[in-house]
């Protein structure tokens, strides 16, 4: 008998946690394992007595469903995905719908979305964020693939997201094939950048101004008061509060190497590809991997001398300038995100709602925060929006947070601590800012070894020029000019 309205394929953490949240939403769901016996487990234990069937093979399973049907796949990305989608094409017919609400990487949505259109099925590729509380609680939904399923997901989807104050779900249609998973691969990398820079703000903290944990907690506990609210800052103050069963700091015993597993790693690349300066997070990734060599690191602190003497610092100005700097940086990071969004809107044809990213960011996810409502408030204003920084309140911001920005990092660079998420943040503002940047001369040098020509200020943009700088390099210019 065709029952359940959804099933759920993978009964790990996030999978279980999922089905639990689309049952208390008054949905029948049926749920499948490769390892059959974890379904019965399920059934046994935490699905006792709750509106769920399961089933012990994928015939089954299809069988269970009503029409279209609708089968989310929460598995390991990569091979696995699209091993389980071969294995299902058999038992679907046309209208069927397969979601992966995994990590995956956004070509291979892309790929899946084409292949299962193809076959008359639609596939939708989803980003979910918010861990295993988020997905059993409401977590940030980020759907994209065949735009025909939306109407068939919408509800549930809605139901089980994270709402917000005024009830509105962090859950909206994102675009067409890849969408979703790329603004979820990017939700990921500003997640990296927020990461990193609370890390240097703790670094600077502890090191450069002798704050203890204690202290430190109440720090974090009075930014998360302010402009900084974020599920980020709170869990940090937390973590520093947090003592083990000898009263012990856990944050103190935790060793310094800092594990990734791929998401900004890809953020970075796809900025790359588009030619798009995500500075912020390149360095957030980059010092992840710099954490890893730890044995280095240890080597070359023996050898390696910094700064011996540290300047002296007003406590409570620094503390104050290093929260200005946070935000501040926190900006650029979100702006050059958004950037990259654009530029891959217009690269692979999708019609993106920035603010309506902005609001599906804004609960359930990791980088949920009160700043994100101000991003939704930019883009409405102004849909077309080039760039965040240049948004009235943002532009304020950033121009009332600079002598904080530059005395912090100033600080920082005669302390010897590293702060590259928030230096880099600052050059790309500094740099974005600049009418005029040393390219030329970069350009000069392009010709003048490769005759890779330059445009010129004095003709239309559009008309390349080579000079035969030695006398010797004749006339032939390179065509392979790139901006």
């Known amino acids: 008998m065709s029952q359940a309205d959804i099933a759920v394929v993978g009964l790990a953490v996030m999978g279980e946690n999922l089905a639990l949240?689309?049952?208390?939403?008054?949905?029948?769901?049926?749920?499948?394992?490769?390892?059959?016996?974890?379904?019965?487990?399920?059934?046994?234990?935490?699905?006792?007595?709750?509106?769920?069937?399961?089933?012990?093979?994928?015939?089954?399973?299809?069988?269970?469903?009503k029409r279209p049907r609708k089968i989310m796949l929460m598995v390991k990305a990569g091979r696995p995905v699209d091993d389980f989608i071969e294995a299902l094409i058999p038992h679907l017919e046309p209208g069927d719908m397969i979601i992966d609400g995994g990590n995956s990487h956004f070509p291979d949505t892309r790929r899946r979305t084409k292949y299962l259109e193809e076959k008359g099925l639609l596939y939708i590729g989803t980003g979910v964020s918010g861990g295993e509380e988020g997905a059993l609680k409401g977590p940030s939904i980020m759907p994209g693939?065949?735009?025909?399923?939306?109407?068939?997901?919408?509800d549930i989807f809605q139901k089980i997201a994270a709402k917000v104050d005024d009830g509105s779900p962090c859950c909206d249609w994102v675009g067409e094939d890849g969408a979703g998973h790329f603004v979820k691969m990017v939700h990921n990398g500003i997640e990296y950048g927020d990461m990193q820079m609370i890390?240097?703000?703790y670094h600077l903290m502890r090191v450069g101004l002798g704050l203890s944990n204690d202290e430190m907690h109440e720090v974090f506990a009075e930014w998360n008061r302010g402009e900084l609210d974020s599920y980020l800052i709170e869990?940090?103050?937390?973590?520093?509060?947090?003592?083990?069963?000898?009263?012990?700091?856990?944050?103190?015993?935790?060793?310094?190497?800092?594990?990734q597993k791929g998401t900004g790693k890809w953020t970075a690349i796809e900025a790359l590809n588009l030619g798009q300066p995500l500075t912020l997070i390149g360095e957030a990734?980059?010092?992840?991997?710099?954490?890893a060599l730890?044995?280095?690191?240890?080597?070359?602190?023996?050898?390696?001398?910094?700064?011996?003497?540290?300047?002296?610092?007003?406590?409570?100005?620094?503390?104050?300038?290093?929260?200005?700097?946070?935000?501040?940086?926190?900006?650029?990071?979100?702006?050059?995100?958004y950037q990259l969004m654009r530029a891959a809107a217009a690269e692979y044809g999708w019609n993106l709602n920035y603010g309506g990213v902005a609001l599906m960011w804004r609960g359930g996810c990791i980088i949920r925060s009160a700043f994100l409502g101000k991003i939704k408030e930019a883009f409405d204003a102004q849909p077309g929006l080039t760039n965040l920084l240049l948004d009235p309140f943002f532009k304020q911001a950033t121009d009332a947070a600079q002598p904080a920005w530059r005395r912090t990092l100033t600080r920082a660079i005669e302390l010897g601590i590293p702060m590259p998420a928030m230096t880099s943040a600052l050059a790309f503002f500094d740099g974005y800012r600049s009418a005029w940047l040393p390219a030329n001369l970069l350009q000069a040098q392009r010709d003048y070894f490769g005759a890779h020509t330059y445009e010129r200020?004095?003709?239309?943009?559009?008309?390349?020029?080579?000079?035969?700088?030695?006398?010797?390099?004749?006339?032939?210019?390179?065509?392979?000019?790139?901006?």
């Not at 709750?50 to 012990?56: P, Y």
């Not at 050898?303 to 100005?317: E, K, V, Y």
């Open 21 to 65: 949240n689309m049952e208390s939403k008054g949905f029948t769901v049926a749920v499948f394992n490769r390892t059959v016996e974890k379904v019965d487990q399920f059934l046994a234990g935490r699905a006792k007595g709750k509106n769920f069937v399961g089933a012990h093979s994928l015939p089954e399973l299809a069988a269970q469903l």
């Open 457 to 483: 200020t004095d003709r239309p943009r559009g008309q390349y020029f080579h000079t035969n700088w030695t006398g010797e390099g004749g006339d032939t210019a390179s065509t392979a000019y790139v901006v």
């Open 145 to 154: 693939g065949s735009t025909q399923a939306w109407p068939h997901v919408k």
């Open 199 to 201: 890390c240097e703000a």
């Open 294 to 337: 730890k044995d280095e690191r240890v080597a070359a602190s023996k050898q390696l001398i910094g700064r011996t003497q540290a300047p002296r610092l007003d406590r409570d100005h620094a503390i104050d300038d290093l929260r200005q700097a946070l935000y501040a940086s926190k900006i650029v990071s979100y702006a050059q995100g």
């Open 285 to 291: 990734v980059f010092s992840r991997c710099l954490s």
């Open 235 to 259: 869990i940090t103050r937390d973590i520093l509060a947090y003592r083990d069963e000898h009263g012990d700091a856990v944050v103190d015993k935790i060793l310094d190497t800092a594990g």
